[in-house]
């Protein structure tokens, strides 16, 4: 199983982007996916959480901006993102509990980098 990132850019503030992450490999389901981040010096940081079934949730500092949506037939989470701030710059990664022949996994995908300057 992967999870591939993509999407990333630099774009001024106030600007929008679309991060995407497929799901790919031999799989029974995908639990709840979802999307982090981590800006230099820093930890990793809950971004947004979507289950199989469409609940969300997010961060409060992404709250309004950011949307978070899958499409359970492509095996694809994403990550829309609207007024761009450059306290938003980091790798973005994505996560998914993953069940394939065994108990549930937690898969990361690679990382994609967002900049975004003032």
């Known amino acids: 199983v992967q999870l591939q990132a993509s999407g990333g850019g630099l774009v001024q503030a106030g600007g929008s982007l679309r991060l995407s992450c497929a799901a790919s490999?031999?799989?029974?389901?995908?639990?709840?996916m979802g999307w982090y981040r981590q800006a230099p010096g820093r930890q990793r940081d809950l971004v947004a959480t979507i289950t199989s079934g469409g609940t969300t949730s997010y961060a409060d500092s992404v709250k309004g901006r950011f949307t978070v949506s899958r499409d359970n037939a492509k095996n694809t989470l994403y990550l829309q993102m609207h007024s761009l701030k450059p306290e938003d710059t980091a790798v973005y990664y994505c996560n998914a509990g993953i069940r394939t022949w065994g108990p549930t996994v937690n898969y990361w995908g690679q990382g994609t980098q967002v900049t975004v300057s003032s």
């Open positions: 490999g031999s799989m029974f389901s995908i639990n709840t």
